[in-house]
């Protein structure tokens, strides 16, 4: 990106609201994740009921998830970014007073309504306060992101630990998020997106909407779609299956099994923090790729060792491999030509919450019938498709490299 002046006293403001944003969206959810085994026990639900009623939160991504376009597109990023994650932090006591499975179910179902719209319209607008900065900010936002996961983890884990009563836990976070989504409604940039009205503009003023935006751009969308499924099977791959990798292939100890999500995490975190500069450096699709390659070759290498630190170390690189696609995924996806970026952003996303369902199931039979190790192949695998897809990161009309 070419170098422009000093950002003024409302793009800065802006920066801060969609941090704000990023914040909001990465501590909700992940409040109430160390306290399901107290909602279990205060319902007296059995393991299988609590994890259907945790179903239902991703199972409002995928059914709703792809009208933020539209809500984005009607009341601007900012707006919608605040206020859809104002709704979530609202909302959040509303799992700790859930009376039944139903009533739970019905809780999360809601907030995973608000995490899908909310993440649609802050990436938009971390877009568009990119794009007034005139260089990469993106890597960092999604690196806020991970860090207020993380805390909002922990500190979930500490009240659970301490036991500290589960509406008080979440009333005092849905507290503080909903100051912070004040803050963000109060300095996002007003009024919809400049590049939704071109394209509004451009189009005669025919009814946009996500669909069209398949219609009308359908290669470059599943490109991109395909490349953050490929990104984000990784990513689970740590959480999902490092843990158990190590323990039962490896024979690794209880707290060397928690390792490999650990440094997955830390290392994509460093990377993202670190992913602006490298960017505007060198441009997307070679940090993309330069990643891909690193991640292959880092999880093939420790498949093939097969050793306890080998996997800590190949899951590490593998992290720090990944850490940029999704962030630069969703940026190009806001910058399709022909498509608002609200649209853009909320059918790649959705599209690739689609792909991430097939990841675990398919490693998990492989493991079944051969081993986790043998399941896991599928890492680089799909890294080398990262690095095939890197290109649709490429901005339309640049040169080729």
Do not use: C, K
């Not at 909310?118 to 568009?128: F, I, S, W």
């Not at 990798?245 to 923090?273: E, K």
């Not at 093939?304 to 720090?320: D, E, M, N």
């Amino acid at each position: 990106m070419d170098s422009v002046t000093r950002p003024d006293v409302t793009l800065r403001r802006a920066r801060v609201a969609v941090v704000g944003m990023f914040v909001v969206n990465g501590s909700t959810y992940n409040s109430i994740v160390p306290r399901f085994p107290t909602l279990r026990d205060e319902l007296g639900l059995s393991n299988a009921a609590l994890g259907t009623a945790i179903a239902a939160f991703p199972a409002a991504a995928l059914v709703f998830g792809v009208l933020a376009g539209p809500l984005i597109a009607r009341v601007g990023s900012g707006r919608a970014g605040a206020g859809v994650g104002l709704a979530g932090a609202i909302l959040l006591p509303a799992v700790a007073l859930a009376p039944s499975w139903i009533a739970l179910a019905a809780a999360l179902f809601v907030l995973g309504l608000t995490d899908a719209w909310a993440d649609a319209a802050m990436n938009a607008h971390g877009l568009r306060v990119q794009t007034g900065y005139g260089r990469s900010i993106v890597n960092g936002l999604h690196a806020v992101w991970s860090m207020a996961a993380v805390g909002a983890g922990l500190l979930g884990a500490a009240a659970a630990g301490f036991g500290v009563p589960l509406l008080v836990h979440l009333g005092v976070v849905a507290a503080v998020l909903v100051v912070v989504s004040v803050l963000a409604w109060r300095w996002s940039l007003p009024g919809p997106e400049p590049e939704a009205e071109q394209v509004d503009d451009a189009d005669g003023g025919a009814r946009q909407g996500p669909w069209r935006a398949v219609v009308i751009a359908a290669g470059p969308l599943l490109a991109l779609a395909a490349l953050l499924v490929a990104s984000g099977g990784i990513e689970d791959s740590a959480a999902s299956w490092g843990a158990i990798y190590v323990r039962d292939d490896l024979g690794g100890g209880a707290f060397v099994a928690g390792l490999p999500f650990v440094a997955f995490q830390t290392a994509m975190t460093l990377g993202r923090l670190a992913g602006d500069r490298v960017v505007d450096r060198f441009g997307p699709v070679a940090v993309a790729r330069t990643g891909a390659a690193l991640a292959a070759v880092s999880m093939a290498g420790a498949l093939l060792v097969a050793h306890p630190v080998a996997a800590v170390a190949g899951f590490a690189l593998t992290g720090l491999g990944v850490a940029t696609i999704f962030p630069l995924g969703f940026a190009a996806a806001g910058r399709v030509p022909g498509v608002r970026p609200g649209d853009g952003i909320a059918v790649v996303g959705w599209l690739a919450r689609l792909g991430f369902l097939a990841f675990p199931p398919i490693i998990g039979a492989v493991a079944d019938s051969v081993s986790v190790g043998v399941g896991l192949v599928l890492v680089p695998v799909a890294a080398v498709a990262a690095f095939v897809l890197a290109g649709s990161l490429r901005p339309s009309g640049a040169r080729r490299s």
